[in-house]
């Protein structure tokens, strides 16, 4: 038994509905054949854009889309994938593939605009330049009769479309031109200027940020945050900060199988997904310092499960299985989203369709919701809600699996309200049952129900997710009984 309080009357911060973003890149065949078949095609599709996984989307209510990377973003020259006459170009980071730009700019933003979700856009800071990054943003969001509207308007466009998410380039120290955190941190100053806003669109400038730990990364850039200007332009040349963080099983050089595991592998895995919270505390303590009022969120616009490619595919196509592990994952991780909405504002998973932890799979016309799908829609309470205050009284139980990190607690959880709403998530990463007791204080439920996903194995592809009749309110206290490996999402009612 696990005792708890939940605070019914106690609002911390905004969950943001942007942590339960995604993440779509021209990789494999997340775009080609995932997203994007084409007009002609005989799958059911608007423009070339797949119905069938828009509405799969739209089920989980997807609140952003990053595009075009990821690593190819600072391969990606705009123009390219605009108006009728489109070069090809070589994708040598991804499977050294052809890319012929049939799916560009007007066709993303028709993607964001069927899924009713907004989109966050990654500039090429790697091999581009500032008058490139910005003439697209003038491309997208400008009305008037400049340059760049007036090529929007050849190529079909009349009115401007509203972007405010904006990736100052991606993985800066990597992929993204290999760069030293003191350069990257003038280059974000410079496009973070030129990226201007125009009419009413507000830009939302992400920063890159830090792999993993690299906490230096993280000091330098906020130290360079630009809190001086001359009044013609923002006193901040970024408001958003990002973290790239995957989870795989031994080392990033043993990632492992996705779905030939064992317990041992198990819990590393588990060990490493909890990993996020230490870094986003590590991370949000020091944008603190130089941050203290919280002007700019943090943006884990990259996480997920990394395993070996399936074999017998091109390993650059990073196609992976996934198991009742996976969801486990992401129900882990989200809670740590949540409990950190204060800092938190966007995270996206890698990847949408096809690729890495996807949350669909096609293949031809079908169309497959992996267990990650699952988690994605339990958890839709949680977006827009207030967080409530979740405090464990009694030992979760710990699982020591890495000498030097923190131990892993084997239960999870997070509460938000909207209104006479609370959703509560529970994630059980024992392989035993939990039952937990929370008290509840400051208001009265009336009604409580659940939703829980499971398995039989670990190593299960195919998961259950049903109602459960395991969350009850008994002497103001809610009682959750959680089966071995699960996730459990309960509603409470309370009396208005």
């Known amino acids: 038994m696990i005792n708890a309080v939940l605070n019914l009357d106690l609002p911390g911060p905004t969950i943001s509905r942007h942590q339960h973003g995604h993440f779509a890149e021209h990789l494999g065949h997340c775009i080609y054949g995932g997203i994007f078949v084409g007009a002609d095609s005989e799958i059911p599709n608007d423009r070339g854009i797949r119905l069938d996984v828009v509405r799969a989307l739209r089920e989980i209510g997807i609140p952003n889309l990053r595009w075009p990377g990821g690593c190819f973003a600072d391969d990606y020259h705009w123009r390219d994938g605009v108006g009728p006459s489109r070069p090809t170009m070589v994708n040598s980071l991804w499977g050294d593939v052809v890319e012929d730009n049939s799916f560009g700019t007007h066709e993303f933003m028709h993607l964001v605009e069927l899924l009713d979700a907004e989109p966050y856009i990654s500039g090429n800071v790697g091999s581009g330049t500032v008058q490139e990054m910005s003439q697209w943003v003038e491309y997208l969001t400008r ?7 007036r090529l929007r308007r050849e190529h079909g466009r ?11 380039g991606n993985e800066s120290w990597g992929c993204g031109g290999e760069m030293r955190p003191e350069y990257y941190a003038d280059l974000a100053r410079r496009y973070g200027l030129y990226c201007r806003d125009h009419g009413e669109n507000r830009l939302y400038r992400i920063a890159c940020g830090a792999n993993v730990d690299d906490y230096r990364w993280t000091q330098t850039l906020m130290s360079n945050i630009g809190d001086v200007g001359c009044g013609c332009h923002p006193r901040n040349h970024f408001q958003g900060l990002s973290l790239h963080h995957y989870t795989f099983g031994k080392s990033w050089e043993e990632k492992g199988s996705a779905t030939a595991f064992g317990e041992e592998d198990y819990w590393s895995t588990m060990s490493n997904a909890f990993r996020m919270d230490e870094l986003i505390t590590r991370h949000s303590t020091i944008m603190d310092v130089y941050d203290p009022s919280r002007r700019v969120g943090l943006v884990v616009d990259e996480w997920g499960t990394w395993w070996e490619p399936e074999p017998g595919t091109n390993p650059g196509f990073l196609i992976q299985r ?12 989200l809670d740590i989203f949540h409990q950190h909405a204060g800092r938190v504002v966007m995270a996206n998973l890698a990847q949408t369709v096809n690729v890495l932890q996807s949350v669909l799979v096609t293949r031809d016309d079908e169309l497959i919701r992996t267990p990650t799908w699952h988690v994605f829609r339990l958890a839709r309470g949680h977006m827009d809600g207030v967080l409530l205050p979740l405090h464990w009284r009694d030992d979760r139980g710990v699982r020591h699996v890495v000498d030097d990190r923190p131990p892993l607690p084997l239960v999870h959880g997070a509460a938000s309200r909207k209104g006479d709403e ?43 997710v049903a109602p459960t009749e395991q969350v009850r309110v008994e002497q103001s206290q809610l009682v959750v009984d959680l089966p071995p490996a699960s996730f459990l999402v309960s509603t409470l009612r309370l009396d208005s």
């Open 158 to 168: 009349d009115e401007p479309w509203r972007v405010r998410f904006w990736g100052i």
């Open 143 to 149: 009305g008037d009769d400049s340059p760049m509207a």
């Open 422 to 464: 609370v959703t509560a998530s529970f994630t059980n990463l024992d392989l035993e049952p939990r039952t937990i007791r929370a008290d509840l204080r400051g208001a009265r439920v009336v009604e409580a129900a659940g939703e829980v996903l499971s398995a039989d194995r670990l190593q299960d592809e195919i998961v259950t």
């Open 322 to 333: 996934q198991t009742l592990r996976d969801a486990l994952v992401a129900g882990l991780t």
